[in-house]
């Protein structure tokens, strides 16, 4: 009796064994983790896994609009209802009566004048002006095929545009009126110069009545070809551009103004050096003056200056910013509604990016933000100019003294005459924010590390939420996801709090030793740690970690949105602190009891791939492997603007130049490095890593290297997932089991 006892026991423990056996290999097989087609730009799935959003959402005279399926919807911002402004196939008919092609999808709708119900949108062949309202076509205008950079006048209806680095004017009427005669193929007008630094994005500039176009002229025939080879065709042709690096000579830029009543041109006298860059262009609201940021070649001295449109003459000169370091003016002024003479302009004169008032009468500038936080976005006055917004790092409490949180971005008013600033948010996170024309209102765009986005109206006059448009559900609740962490650490310094993220695997064995992948850019401009989703986490990050990998990066010293002191200590030693502070954050990773010291690996994608060849180069023994993306091998071969601003010019820091040219420390080499390069890459040129190559060649060293043939800068589209298997596989042979 006592044996069968046991024996039925025993068979009990052996159908639960077996029960839990089979629950657990049941829920093996539904346990989902993302693929990287699901988490990679260019993956089938990837738009399936990106948080929720309204599709086309702006703000339209007092209304925001969006497109919901094949319509496009309208509502005003106090009011509950939205409704249909028209369908897809109500669109399509209405321009098939003007003679135009069907359409078959919405296309996509800009807003060329936040005052008025009207939207802009480009069939195959014409831009039109569509007035919701009265649900008509206002304006039709055939495209020129070949015409580029296309900019919209709202006063009088006129586009202008460039083609064959040339300016024209389209009129309503249907008129193309040709501004300048370029035959020069060195000489470009009306399109982005500078490389587009300092902010600046366009070349064509229409003055507030439309009476008058500015535009760039940029003569780059000083500058040497630079050669980059079509692969594509029977027969490998030349792609040559313009590339001025640092210490080289530089382009030269004018600026001209058109005047449409009598098709003439006068050229602004902004005399000499040449040399010099010319930004943030504004026109004044009476159309009388034009106001530009002039910064010296060395980056030092930056003069806001106001020029005749009428003569091109030199008006008044009316403050200059000068700093040890560098200036960098990124934002044109902006004047106060119905006032000609008070202008807001942003400056870090005081350590971090702040609005000023100026008065160009009196001269006076007065200092309308301040404190241990940075603006990061002006978003513009109210109807009565007397409340302005902007966006900024700012503590909660407006009355704070403490330093700003940079992970967070919240929307601000303030009192003009009082100062008296109000947060407008409640919820905490990161706040991308539009505000209508009048100021009441803002569309409110929000996410946390928890929250994928959030989408609200809220009332400009309390901060208060009249509408909540979208609370996006997590696109990954149903998959096992890793863990992810922010903290601080001291800096090399051992005084300055430096953010980290640190993602581990799911259900992480922590009696086990995993490897690590620092993923690092540590450049000006940038920010990975945030209080955004998942920390600004990318989805590589994700996959790896699901891999089994331990995932870090750390904002260095130089990184963005800590204020000017923090971002350029890195000034004339690019490398040399912010490879300080990355090995603070090897050691904090080295504390970890589930971290492999032995294991640990970097990677990195421009200033990000020239820190992790530094980082290989500079401590071979301890990163075992390392992938570099488009790196900068060699400062004094990248481009003049953005490299004599951060080293100066070559003649002025050949120290600085010396000790940051990877050339000089190839020998080093001594884990596996992959250098990935697009032979067609217009900002880091394909040179950098050839160089490279042929240095570690001369010393015997192996790298290993692969070329997007037909990639510029970034590889994108469907072959970023191949991108991305690559680096995946190249961790996974080196760096996984050594």
């Known amino acids: 009796m006592e044996r069968e006892t046991k024996k039925k026991k025993n068979m009990k423990i052996k159908s639960f064994l077996l029960l839990l056996l089979i629950t657990t290999e049941i829920c093996a097989d539904t346990i989902k983790t993302p693929t990287l087609h699901d988490l990679v730009p260019g993956g089938k799935n990837y738009f399936r896994f990106m948080p929720q959003s309204i599709r086309q959402l702006q703000w339209c005279g007092d209304k925001y609009i969006f497109v919901q399926n094949d319509s496009l919807m309208q509502a005003l911002p106090d009011k509950k209802n939205e409704y249909l402004a028209f369908t897809l196939q109500q669109l399509s008919k209405t321009i098939e009566t003007e003679g135009y092609a069907p359409l078959t999808t919405l296309p996509y709708f800009s807003v060329p004048d936040k005052t008025k119900p009207q939207i802009a949108f480009k069939t195959k062949d014409h831009h039109i002006i569509y007035d919701l309202d009265s649900q008509k076509i206002v304006m039709k205008y055939e495209q020129d095929k070949n015409g580029e950079n296309w900019e919209y006048d709202t006063a009088e209806g006129n586009f202008a545009f460039t083609k064959e680095n040339n300016v024209f004017i389209l009129t309503p009427s249907g008129e193309t009126q040709q501004v300048t ?8 007008c009306g399109t982005a110069v500078h490389q587009r630094e300092f902010g600046i994005e366009k070349g064509l500039f229409w003055s507030p009545r439309g009476a008058l176009l500015a535009f760039y002229r940029m003569d780059e025939t000083m500058i040497p070809i630079y050669p980059a080879v079509n692969v594509n065709g029977r027969i490998a042709q030349l792609l040559p551009f313009k ?31 040449k040399e010099k860059y010319l930004t943030n262009i504004t026109w004044s609201p009476d159309e009388k003056f034009v106001y530009i940021a002039e910064l010296n070649r060395g980056q030092d001295t930056c003069k806001t200056v106001r020029y005749d449109a009428k003569t091109g003459q030199r008006d008044k000169e009316l403050f200059t910013e000068t700093n040890t370091k560098y200036v960098e003016p990124r934002k044109p002024i902006q004047f106060l509604p119905g006032d000609t003479a008070k202008f807001i302009c942003e400056s870090r004169r005081d350590g971090y990016n702040h609005l000023y008032l100026y008065n160009t009468d009196k001269q006076t500038l007065i200092q309308l933000t301040k404190g241990k936080w940075l603006v990061k976005e002006y978003l513009g006055f109210d109807e009565k100019g007397i409340n302005f917004f902007y966006t900024s790092t700012a503590p909660k409490d407006p009355n704070a003294t403490t330093e700003g949180n940079p992970l967070e971005i919240y929307a601000w008013k303030q009192n003009l005459k009082t100062g008296k600033r109000t947060r407008l948010h409640s919820k905490t996170g990161i706040h991308h924010t539009s505000i209508n024309h009048s100021g009441t209102y803002l569309i409110d765009n929000i996410s946390s590390p928890a929250m994928p986005r959030d989408v609200d109206i809220v009332n400009t006059r309390n901060g208060n939420t009249t509408k909540s448009l979208l609370s996006a559900k997590n696109p990954f609740q149903d998959y096992l ?11 090399a310094d051992r005084i300055t709090d430096l953010y980290y993220r640190l993602i581990t695997p799911p259900n992480m064995n922590t009696a086990e030793k995993h490897p690590v992948i620092i993923y690092v850019y540590g450049g000006p401009h940038a920010q990975l740690v945030t ?36 971002e350029s200590v890195i000034h004339r030693h690019l490398g040399d602190f912010e490879m300080a502070d990355q090995m603070k954050g090897v050691e904090f990773l080295k504390t970890l009891p589930f971290v492999d010291s032995e294991r640990i690996g970097v990677f990195g994608w421009s200033y990000g791939g020239f820190m992790t060849t530094n980082l290989m180069l500079t401590f071979p023994d301890v990163f075992k492997a390392g992938v570099a993306g488009g790196p900068v091998i060699d400062w004094s071969r990248y481009e003049i603007m953005y490299g004599e601003r951060y080293m100066d010019h070559p003649e002025e820091n050949p120290e600085g130049y010396n000790a940051s040219n990877l050339l000089n420390k190839a020998k080093n080499l001594k884990g596996r490095l992959l250098l990935i390069h697009g032979a067609i890459d217009p900002v880091v040129v394909w040179q950098h890593s050839l160089l490279f190559l042929n240095k570690c060649i001369e010393e015997g060293v192996q790298p290993d290297y692969f070329v997007y043939p037909s990639h510029p800068h970034n590889v994108s589209g469907r072959d970023r997932l191949h991108l991305y298997e690559k680096i995946t596989r190249y961790f996974e042979d080196f760096l996984h089991d050594l």
């Open 181 to 188: 005669d370029e035959t020069n193929k060195g000489i470009v």
């Open 481 to 491: 996801m890793p863990d992810i962490k922010t903290g601080t650490i001291k800096a």
């Open 243 to 273: 590339y001025p690096m640092a210490g080289t000579k530089s382009h030269e830029v004018t600026v001209g103004i058109y005047r449409l009543s009598d098709k003439s041109t006068i050229w602004l006298n902004t005399g000499l050096p």
């Open 531 to 566: 209080g955004g989703w998942m920390n600004g986490a990318g989805g590589w990050d994700i996959y790896m970690a699901s891999k089994g990998y331990v995932m870090f990066t750390l904002d260095n010293r130089g990184s963005a949105n800590r204020g000017f002191f923090f």
